[in-house]
């Protein structure tokens, strides 16, 4: 070999040893101010080289890849890239025989690795090879006090100097401490009291280059100010810079982590000039951002758009029944507040239609161009008159209210509320949001031991000690089970039906004679439901019986909201002969001395018709002189009057 050619290998050698010289705790660098990354992505792709289930993530320094977690397989993936795509794999580690349930990884150096186990709460050191085998497993620590709940354990692991740092997913969400060589410790008090700040769940953690008194926090659920700063807080999700010292978070980060399904994990590294930030998140999401070293804007200087995510509305209706569920008869969503169309009308035949097409036009967002451009783009709802076969497909549905001639329904229901008793198979692909629900993964696929039949799953919820188990979620294929004492942010989920123990909203009606059972033990919130308190136990004559709760019900319309506010609830308190009245039913929740009705319009004309309604007394007004008795007689004769005629125009 020439010299000239020796000295040029000799280049190529050194370059290639220092292009990744930095090693943990050494990587030349420490996070700019989160104003530095700018608000939009330099990246956002699909990290497919990691199969699924993305967690954790660690940049290693001295490689120069990235190492992800599979959460679901047990897996981590070495992966390799540059500028803003790391996506080429180059080692698959199977790390089943040490953990049950993969989450956080960190690198330590030396191929050296910190894994957690969230169940139970392990910190493991591990050796991944450049041959793809796993070498060394050593567990540093197995459980905290108190014990984690299932699948509530460390999400994240970071060693800084020589203390390891582990994150409490939730209940508590919490950061815990373990000293080389010592005992674990919690670090933190319960985040959900951070000064400013309600963190719930929090998805990972990680060390901020060579910085030595902060960690950054993936939180998936937090309660704090949000893009009006006079306003109300609401839950949102971001990155937060946290400072070891003062147990306090300096700033927080939205960005894309505010659109990502679930954020998992977060990694920072070096890059010539430029500090990169990875965000990965389930199932193989992955956002890149760009900060310069040089960057001189201060710690907390982020402008409230990039600090926050914009509040998520969920979309609420008193209709929430399918054509399945048989629809809700007598109302309509209001049109002059909702996006819609009218899509059939009585004008002439061509122009009507049958309710299965007008469910049909639902279904496929039939709306005009001229709704469509007012903003009218998915169909969520659609009314049918069955009368004059006209129909209404809306966008929404604002301020539903009753209409003598139209059933409304639900494209499909936002909330399961289905009994295993009435559904055998629930609410199909359907499971409540795990990081927004307070749950507990009962029964997992680990092991034959470790499953459970459908029947056991029902069981154990409620057995369930932990918390009140309100509903459960049973995957068929590989008999899993979740136990949720929340439902938040009920979403699709291809393996999971979802159930209830009891159904949450009340539809059962006495129907007069037919005297069915009501929902027993329930009664709608009065704080925030409008209601009338038409019977109490003050004396004999304010008392009444459950006939007369019943038909005051029929009678009753609430008209400082409208005309047509027609009473839909009634509540009657048999030990006491009491009873409430209601408009709507928001709230519903136990009252040990209620029984729940619900009143349709058509059971509300029906009851109208009828002998002891015309004798219906008040007993609000204590009859102490035969001209009240008169009065309110009276007062009957006309609504029926009124009632029969209307009956008689509509027929």
Same mark, same amino acid.
């Given at each position: 070999?020439?010299?000239r050619?020796?000295?040029i290998?000799?280049?190529?050698?050194?370059?290639?040893?220092?292009?990744?010289? =930095?090693?943990?705790?050494?990587?030349? @660098?420490?996070?700019?101010p989160?104003?530095?990354f700018?608000?939009v992505?330099?990246?956002?792709?699909?990290?497919?080289?990691?199969?699924?289930?993305?967690?954790?993530?660690?940049?290693d320094?001295?490689?120069?890849?990235?190492?992800?977690?599979?959460?679901?397989?047990?897996?981590?993936?070495?992966?390799s890239?540059?500028?803003?795509?790391?996506?080429?794999l180059?080692?698959t580690?199977?790390l089943t025989?040490?953990?049950?349930?993969l989450?956080?990884?960190?690198?330590?150096?030396?191929?050296?690795?910190?894994?957690?186990d969230?169940?139970?709460a392990?910190?493991?050191?591990?050796?991944?090879?450049?041959?793809g085998?796993?070498?060394?497993?050593?567990?540093?620590s197995?459980?905290?006090?108190?014990? =984690?709940?299932?699948?509530?354990?460390?999400?994240?692991?970071?060693?800084i100097?020589s203390?390891?740092y582990?994150?409490?997913?939730?209940? +508590?969400?919490k950061?815990?401490?373990l +000293?080389?060589?010592?005992?674990?410790?919690?670090?933190?008090g319960?985040?959900k009291?951070t000064?400013?700040y309600?963190?719930?769940?929090?998805?990972?953690?990680?060390?901020?280059?060579?910085?030595?008194?902060?960690?950054?926090?993936?939180?998936?659920?937090?309660?704090? +100010?949000?893009? !009006?700063?006079?306003?109300?807080?609401?839950?949102?999700?971001g990155?937060?810079?946290?400072?070891?010292?003062?147990?306090?978070?300096?700033?927080?980060?939205?960005?894309?982590?505010?659109?990502?399904g679930?954020?998992?994990?977060?990694?920072?590294?070096?890059?010539?000039?430029?500090v990169?930030?990875?965000i990965?998140?389930?199932?193989?999401?992955?956002?890149?951002?760009?900060?310069?070293?040089?960057?001189?804007?201060?710690?907390?200087?982020?402008?409230?758009?990039?600090a926050t995510?914009?509040?998520q509305?969920?979309?609420?209706t008193?209709?929430?029944?399918?054509?399945?569920?048989?629809?809700?008869g %007598?109302?309509?969503?209001?049109?002059?507040?909702?996006k819609?169309t009218?899509?059939c009308?009585?004008?002439?035949?061509?122009?009507?239609?049958?309710?299965?097409?007008?469910?049909?036009?639902c279904?496929?967002?039939?709306?005009?161009?001229?709704?469509?451009? *007012?903003g009218?783009?998915?169909?969520?709802? %659609?009314?049918? !008159?069955e009368?004059?076969?006209?129909?209404?497909?809306?966008?929404g549905c604002?301020?539903e209210? %009753?209409?003598?001639?139209?059933?409304?329904?639900?494209?499909?229901?936002p909330?399961?509320?289905?009994?295993?008793?009435?559904?055998?198979?629930?609410?199909?692909?359907r499971?409540?949001?795990?990081?927004?629900?307070v749950?507990?993964?009962i029964?997992?696929?680990?092991s034959?031991?470790?499953?459970?039949?459908? !029947?056991?799953?029902e069981?154990?919820?409620?057995?369930?000690? !932990?918390?009140?188990?309100?509903s459960? =979620?049973?995957d068929?294929?590989?008999?899993?089970?979740?136990? @949720?004492?929340t439902?938040?942010?009920? #979403?699709?989920?291809?393996?999971?039906?979802l159930?209830?123990?009891?159904?949450p909203?009340?539809?059962?009606?006495?129907?007069?004679?037919?005297?069915? +059972?009501g929902?027993?033990?329930?009664r709608?919130?009065?704080?925030?439901t409008t209601?009338?308190?038409?019977?109490?136990?003050?004396?004999?004559?304010?008392?009444?019986?459950?006939?007369?709760?019943?038909?005051?019900? =029929? #009678?009753?319309v609430?008209?400082?909201?409208?005309?047509?506010?027609?009473?839909?609830? %009634? *509540? &009657?308190?048999?030990?006491?002969?009491?009873? &409430?009245?209601?408009?709507g039913?928001?709230?519903?929740?136990?009252?040990?001395?209620?029984?729940?009705?619900?009143?349709?319009?058509?059971?509300?004309?029906?009851?109208?018709?009828?002998?002891?309604?015309?004798?219906?007394?008040?007993?609000?007004?204590?009859?102490?002189?035969?001209?009240?008795?008169?009065?309110?007689?009276?007062?009957?004769?006309?609504?029926?009057?009124?009632?029969?005629?209307?009956?008689?125009?509509?027929?």
């Amino acid at each position: 070999m020439t010299r000239r050619n020796l000295l040029i290998a000799s280049a190529v050698s050194l370059l290639a040893c220092t292009a990744h010289a =930095a090693t943990v705790g050494n990587e030349g @660098f420490t996070v700019p101010p989160f104003k530095c990354f700018g608000a939009v992505a330099k990246n956002r792709y699909e990290l497919t080289s990691a199969e699924s289930d993305l967690s954790g993530a660690s940049y290693d320094p001295e490689t120069g890849n990235v190492f992800v977690v599979n959460n679901g397989d047990r897996k981590v993936y070495e992966i390799s890239g540059s500028g803003y795509a790391y996506n080429t794999l180059v080692n698959t580690f199977d790390l089943t025989s040490i953990s049950l349930d993969l989450e956080g990884i960190s690198s330590l150096g030396g191929r050296k690795f910190a894994v957690t186990d969230e169940n139970p709460a392990k910190i493991i050191t591990v050796t991944l090879g450049t041959d793809g085998t796993v070498t060394g497993s050593t567990t540093l620590s197995s459980g905290i006090t108190p014990a =984690a709940g299932a699948n509530l354990g460390f999400e994240g692991v970071t060693l800084i100097g020589s203390n390891y740092y582990a994150v409490q997913e939730q209940n +508590p969400a919490k950061i815990w401490k373990l +000293p080389v060589g010592g005992t674990i410790a919690a670090h933190s008090g319960d985040l959900k009291d951070t000064p400013g700040y309600e963190i719930l769940s929090v998805g990972g953690l990680t060390r901020g280059g060579d910085a030595t008194d902060e960690v950054f926090l993936v939180v998936k659920n937090y309660k704090g +100010p949000g893009r !009006d700063a006079t306003a109300d807080a609401y839950t949102q999700s971001g990155i937060f810079r946290y400072e070891l010292s003062t147990n306090t978070v300096l700033e927080r980060f939205g960005g894309e982590v505010c659109a990502m399904g679930q954020p998992e994990g977060l990694t920072f590294w070096k890059e010539g000039t430029k500090v990169k930030m990875l965000i990965v998140g389930e199932t193989t999401q992955a956002r890149v951002y760009e900060a310069d070293v040089s960057c001189t804007d201060a710690i907390g200087s982020i402008s409230n758009i990039m600090a926050t995510c914009e509040e998520q509305t969920q979309l609420t209706t008193d209709c929430e029944k399918t054509k399945e569920d048989g629809g809700c008869g %007598w109302r309509r969503c209001d049109k002059s507040q909702t996006k819609h169309t009218k899509i059939c009308t009585d004008d002439s035949a061509a122009t009507q239609c049958t309710e299965t097409q007008c469910m049909a036009h639902c279904t496929n967002s039939d709306f005009a161009a001229a709704d469509k451009t *007012a903003g009218a783009a998915n169909c969520t709802h %659609w009314a049918y !008159d069955e009368k004059e076969k006209e129909c209404y497909i809306f966008d929404g549905c604002t301020n539903e209210a %009753w209409d003598e001639d139209y059933v409304l329904y639900a494209l499909a229901d936002p909330t399961c509320e289905r009994v295993r008793g009435d559904h055998a198979l629930g609410c199909k692909q359907r499971r409540c949001d795990k990081s927004e629900s307070v749950h507990n993964k009962i029964c997992t696929d680990d092991s034959t031991d470790t499953q459970c039949t459908l !029947d056991q799953c029902e069981q154990k919820c409620k057995d369930h000690v !932990d918390f009140v188990c309100a509903s459960y =979620a049973y995957d068929v294929a590989e008999k899993e089970c979740y136990l @949720f004492e929340t439902c938040v942010n009920e #979403q699709f989920d291809a393996d999971y039906s979802l159930y209830v123990l009891q159904d949450p909203t009340c539809d059962a009606r006495r129907d007069g004679a037919a005297d069915g +059972p009501g929902c027993n033990q329930r009664r709608c919130d009065k704080e925030v439901t409008t209601h009338e308190k038409v019977c109490v136990d003050d004396s004999a004559s304010q008392q009444c019986t459950k006939n007369e709760c019943e038909l005051l019900c =029929a #009678q009753k319309v609430f008209t400082d909201v409208s005309d047509e506010a027609f009473c839909t609830h %009634w *509540a &009657y308190d048999a030990v006491d002969s009491e009873c &409430y009245l209601f408009y709507g039913c928001t709230g519903e929740k136990y009252d040990d001395d209620y029984e729940l009705f619900f009143q349709n319009y058509g059971e509300r004309v029906a009851l109208q018709t009828t002998a002891p309604y015309l004798a219906l007394r008040d007993p609000r007004v204590t009859a102490t002189t035969s001209a009240a008795t008169k009065g309110f007689g009276l007062l009957h004769k006309n609504i029926i009057l009124g009632v029969a005629a209307a009956i008689a125009a509509n027929a």
